[in-house]
């Protein structure tokens, strides 16, 4: 019998922690959520807009990171050690790059993107919106090289560091929080300051643990001082269609939630509240796709096309068995969960709460195929066909069919969320048939 590369227990040693890892990260978006909740409406819908951007930006980082986690994957799955460390040293040094680019761009320009997006919105909401967004502009570089940090880490199947970094930069920012917010009293800037405070320590804390010598695939001072534009290319050949796909994947977001915005704040904030509570139905698929580039990564590397079919395969009936408990614990305390939020109208409430079960009913059955199972495509270098799945569905249904069923029709966000589903049936359709076919397999090119 073939030897695996990765056993059971491995497996799960690297889809825990980053299950972990994604659960805190939504954590910290719902202390958030429920913590300005304390300072009105207009607080939560400005917070909640300029998420909607800040996500824009962070795809970017992800995506570049996804990119070089593919490429050190495949070298690791090769057994080329020396190229694996050049590889996360060029990730380390283009990670950098982006955020301080991002940063610069966000802070001269916040109120011309805040008007773009969001013009129609009530003057509160706006002024809080632009407190929130030029201080978490400045830690984009930091929060960009703790994501190029961690995907370093997950390449060779250690997720257990990022998800320690994590915690802390999770405890940072919730303590700061309830500390700016209920004993400070500073409002919207409250939740802003320790976001800031906590992505610059993960940067150091995750940067210096990677460069610890014992480190199997450690960061070495060469890989940060020469640049290679070879092993950048390869990175960005991966990174830069899944920059395209998720960046315009969240400016639709940004579009829709326009719309949205259209129908007042009490829309609004049902959306954010709903987008929150949403988030904890697909954590572990969240985990499972990053798992699914590691694995699928080495096996690429290792030349074997077949382990890639088998772990797929696994990797997949595991997102469904999971997402299917969550989501469906989410459907019977949906009624807790949104009671959470403190100072909501009635209207708001139930708005939020029918859009959490649109969701988290349909997610059950359609998203571990709509946003896992690309990852497996990506790992094995079919970037350019998950890109334009991607790209298509979003603005044939996410933004078109937004704009029919939302404004045109007058459904408001319910239509947003009708058109949501729209779009996940179109991308399993060709995600399905695109893994069935074997085409993926033409662009299998080991490193």
């Known amino acids: 019998m073939k030897q695996r590369l990765f056993s059971n227990e491995r497996l799960i040693k690297l889809i825990i922690p980053l299950a972990i890892e994604q659960g805190l990260s939504i954590f910290v978006g719902m202390c958030d959520g429920v913590m300005v909740s304390s300072v009105g409406e207009a607080a939560i819908s400005g917070v909640s807009l300029v ?23 495949q070298f690791l799955g090769a057994r080329k050690m020396e190229k694996a460390r050049q590889s996360a040293g060029q990730l380390v040094i283009m990670a950098a790059g982006l955020g301080v680019i991002a940063t610069a761009l966000c802070l001269l320009f916040a ?3 805040m008007r773009m997006f969001f013009g129609s919105i009530d003057h509160d909401v706006m002024e809080a919106g632009l407190i929130y967004f030029r201080i978490t502009a400045l830690s984009f570089p930091f929060i960009a090289l703790y994501c190029a940090g961690a995907a370093i880490f997950r390449s060779v199947g250690n997720s ?27 409002g919207v800037a409250g939740v802003a300051i320790p976001t800031l405070v906590s992505r610059i320590v993960a940067a150091v804390v995750i940067l210096a643990l990677a460069a610890n010598p014992k480190q199997e695939l450690r960061l070495e001072k060469q890989g940060l001082v020469h640049i290679d534009n070879r092993m950048m290319g390869n990175i960005l050949r991966i990174g830069v269609p899944s920059a395209c796909e998720n960046s315009l994947f969240q ?3 940004l579009v829709v939630v326009s719309m949205i915005a259209l129908f007042g704040t009490t829309q609004t904030s049902a959306n954010a509240v709903a987008n929150t509570l949403d988030s904890l139905g697909i954590v572990i698929g969240q985990a499972m796709g990053l798992a699914m580039v590691t694995v699928v990564g080495q096996c690429v590397g290792a030349g074997d096309p077949e382990q890639v079919k088998y772990y797929v395969k696994k990797l997949m009936l595991w997102t469904y068995i999971l997402m299917g408990i969550t989501n469906g614990l989410l459907l019977i305390f949906v009624e807790q969960m ?8 009635p209207q ?25 199972l690309p990852n497996a495509l990506r790992a094995a270098n079919d970037v350019k066909f998950t890109m334009w799945v991607g790209v298509g569905s979003m603005i044939a249904f996410r933004v078109l069919g937004s704009w029919i069923l939302c404004v045109q029709m007058e459904m408001g966000a319910i239509g947003v969320w009708c058109a949501m589903v729209m779009d996940w049936v179109c991308r399993l359709t060709f995600f399905i048939t695109r893994m069935v076919s074997g085409k993926w397999q033409s662009k299998y090119i080991p490193s």
Request: hydrophobic share 60%; with cysteine; net charge neutral.
């Open 338 to 345: 949104v009671g959470l939020y403190r100072s909501l109208t």
């Open 111 to 113: 109120e011309e993107m």
């Open 251 to 253: 400016l639709g977001r």
């Open 348 to 372: 708001t409430v139930e708005l939020a709460e029918t859009l959490v079960r649109i969701h988290a009913g349909c997610a059950i059955l359609m998203w571990p195929v709509a946003f896992v």
């Open 51 to 73: 998420d909607m951007i800040n996500a824009v930006v962070l795809v970017l980082f992800a995506a570049l990171a996804t990119g070089g986690a593919v490429v050190t994957s």
């Open 160 to 186: 257990k560091v990022s998800m320690q970094v994590s915690l802390l930069m999770n405890a940072i920012n919730i303590t700061g929080n309830a500390l700016c917010i209920f004993v400070l009293k500073m």
